[in-house]
């Protein structure tokens, strides 16, 4: 073994299995040949001047030409300098003056049943309206507005009407709890919140608006309110002089708003992520190269061709939405399905009745929705004529070759290439993918990296990492779509992304390269853990805990879960004695209040006290092993012994 190979990071499973492209694709593909893949990505390492210079040239309108390519002093980076842009613009106005207005950008499907498709002129229009409604209520330049909404056609709306005049959204997931809204209006200081006065989930109505009306008591920097009504007779509290109803400002606004000519780096969006620390962290992505890298990878990965119907099944509250709902697909001019509710609503065979019905040729979800497929039964998926399917993609989290063999036989029918797509909020875009006409796929690996993506495998000292060996996974060289910092703290990011290995981009997870140069994704490196494709800290979770009156200390790991990736235990010490049932009940539902449904706890343990080295850590890899069943501890006496026999091991291994 190697001196480098001597800090890998195991791995255990192998896969040998490979799936060969279907050669139905090559013809009329994007990328139809690994030589054509090889020169471009030749060209994007050796030369990247030259590539992005053409790229951007030919993939944005610019209203003034960029004359820089590309500064860069890591980790400070400026791509297509002093150029002037607007992403709203390549989304809606490119299309429609290029003589595609008529073309259907949106179809849409609510919860209940209800439709609506937008072309491109439509959507353009209302996109001018709604810009205009911001500038009533103040909105300039630069300012921040939250959007925190259903997946309704007013949502991408939102979000472009802020692109348009240079506003900088920031999408908060609408299963966040009123606390995360405050937390994340306050540090972006934002002016405006725009939501909805309920949201469809399974047959239900969540009261949205009540959510944002209690962080708006927390919201200083917050003026107004923009209430879009989604549910028509749903009493809805409006506060005067600061909310406002979407219809009543949008409906009668003048649909003329040019876009505002906006230089390469003004902020596009804020999306706020679990970082290894308790507060999530608002990353920045600016204007020109961000477009230009969803545009692009969205093309290359989906193979995009013009009578696609193109199904992105995320929320706009992730980057995937940001970028392969809204940005990618629109500045491509691609028609996208978006669908408001729940899968299984009102029954399991949701998502396969939208694709039998609208002939989606493209569908791209996240292997926890597969595994929840699996489980809901094949006869659902059998009921529905799938053919019109072409491309299949996965993304948030690995997927298991169980996982990727039932989507690959049963929704792709063995035709289908499956696109595993490893990326993050931070990179804007996919980063690593399979492409579908030329890559031979193998089950459990992102693959190759696309144009412009330069990966390294390092090992704690720095060094590279021999093939066939896991260690840290950085991007060597910048990329067009990459963040350009956390909103308002630079020493975060810094410290966060570029210390650790200098000069080079910190994933965050740990990957493998093998003998054909195929990437395995580990898994992370630091306390973020995946659950059902959403990323959370584990810090986060416990500060949540310890906020509770009667939580002394907590600890909160992820273990394996069938259903979610991952799901979070939790093992705390608490003031009450004889702590039981309802306090377990009563923790739960307080996670949920403090940070939202997605980061309630699968189960929680009472323990007297917490397993601690000497120094006074605590022992969280023999927390993982006890919440995984690797090592029992059902009860408190137990993980106390288990701690004796943890701190007896570490003096073996010293
Ligand atoms: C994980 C989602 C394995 C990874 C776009 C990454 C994946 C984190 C994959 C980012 C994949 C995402 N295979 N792991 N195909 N895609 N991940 O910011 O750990 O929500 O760092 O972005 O999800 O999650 P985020």
């Known amino acids: 073994m190697s001196d480098s190979a001597a800090n890998h990071v195991d791995h255990i499973l192998t896969e040998d299995r490979l799936f060969p492209p279907p050669k139905s694709l090559a013809e009329g593909a994007v990328i139809g040949s690994e030589a054509e893949y090889q020169k471009l990505y030749d060209q994007a390492a050796n030369d990247p001047d030259t590539f992005w210079d053409a790229m951007g040239k030919k993939h944005l309108h610019w209203f003034e030409p960029f004359d820089q390519v590309c500064q860069w002093d890591a980790p400070d980076v400026a791509w297509f300098v002093n150029g002037k842009t607007n992403a709203s613009y390549n989304c809606l106005d490119a299309h429609v003056l290029a003589g595609n207005g008529d073309r259907a950008a949106i179809i849409w499907e609510g919860e209940p049943g209800d439709t609506r498709t937008l072309t491109y002129s439509e959507l353009l229009t209302e996109v001018c309206k709604a810009a205009n409604g911001l500038r009533e209520l103040g909105i300039e330049k630069g300012d921040v507005v939250s959007i925190y909404m259903p997946m309704t056609p007013e949502l991408v709306i939102a979000m472009l009407a802020c692109a348009r005049i240079g506003a900088i959204h920031s999408v908060i997931f609408a299963g966040f709890s009123a606390e995360s809204i405050a937390d994340r209006n306050n540090d972006a200081q934002a002016k405006l919140v725009i939501t909805a006065n309920g949201l469809y989930r399974r047959g239900k109505v969540l009261p949205l608006k009540e959510v944002v009306d209690e962080a708006l008591e927390k919201s200083t920097s917050v003026k107004h309110c923009l209430v879009l009504q989604r549910i ?60 230009l890298w969803a545009k692009l990878t969205f093309q290359w990965v989906f193979d995009h061709r013009e009578d696609d119907v193109y199904w992105c099944t995320a929320d706009c509250g992730w980057i995937t939405g940001h970028s392969y709902v809204v940005y990618g697909p629109l500045t491509a001019g691609a028609t996208c399905l978006m669908y408001e509710g729940a899968p299984n609503y009102p029954a399991e065979d949701r998502f396969w009745e939208l694709i039998e019905k609208y002939k989606v040729t493209t569908l791209y979800t996240a292997p926890t929705a597969i595994r929840a497929f699996i489980k809901w039964g094949d006869q659902h998926v059998d009921a529905h004529d799938l053919s019109s399917l072409r491309i299949l993609g996965t993304v948030g989290e690995g997927i298991n070759p169980e996982a990727w063999m039932w989507y690959h036989k049963k929704i792709g029918a063995e035709r289908c290439p499956i696109v595993d797509t490893w990326w993050q909020t931070e990179t804007g875009g996919i980063m690593m993918s399979p492409l579908p006409a030329i890559t031979a796929t193998k089950p459990g690996s992102c693959t190759k990296p696309l144009p412009g993506v330069i990966p390294a495998v390092i090992d704690e000292a720095g060094e590279r990492i021999e093939d066939g060996f896991g260690g840290m996974l950085c991007i060597e ?55 059902s494709g959403h990323r959370l800290s584990t810090i986060e979770v416990e500060s949540a805990l310890v906020s509770h009156p009667a939580v002394c200390e907590a600890a909160v790991v992820g273990r394996p879960h069938e259903l979610k990736g991952q799901g979070i235990s939790a093992f705390v010490t608490v003031t009450t004695e004889n702590p039981g049932e309802e306090l377990r009940n009563e923790l739960r539902m307080h996670v949920r209040k403090e940070i939202g449904a997605l980061a309630q706890p699968d189960d929680i343990r009472f323990a007297a006290v917490l397993p601690k080295t000497r120094s006074g850590k605590i022992m969280r890899r023999l927390l993982r092993d006890i919440a995984a069943g690797r090592e029992s501890a059902g009860d408190t006496s137990t993980l106390e012994d288990y701690t004796v026999m943890a701190k007896l091991r570490e003096e073996d291994d010293n």
Not at 232 to 258: F, K, N, Y
Not at 271 to 277: A, C, D, N
Not at 498 to 526: C, E, Q
Request: hydrophobic fraction near 35%; charge should be negative.
């Open 477 to 531: 060289k910048p990329w067009p779509g990459m963040l350009r910092g956390i909103w308002g703290d630079q020493e975060r990011y810094v410290e966060q992304y570029w210390s650790k290995v200098p000069g080079m981009y910190l994933t965050g997870d740990n990957a493998r390269r093998d003998s054909d140069g195929y990437y395995w994704i580990m898994g992370r490196i630091d306390d973020v853990i995946n659950v």
């Open 232 to 291: 028509a007779d749903q009493e809805t509290s409006m506060i005067e002089g600061r909310d406002i109803w979407w219809h009543d400002l949008v409906d009668s606004a003048s649909a003329d708003c040019p876009a505002v000519p906006l230089d390469s780096e003004t902020p596009l969006f804020i999306l706020y992520t679990s970082g290894s620390t308790g507060k999530p962290k608002g990353i920045l992505h600016t204007t020109a190269g961000y477009n």
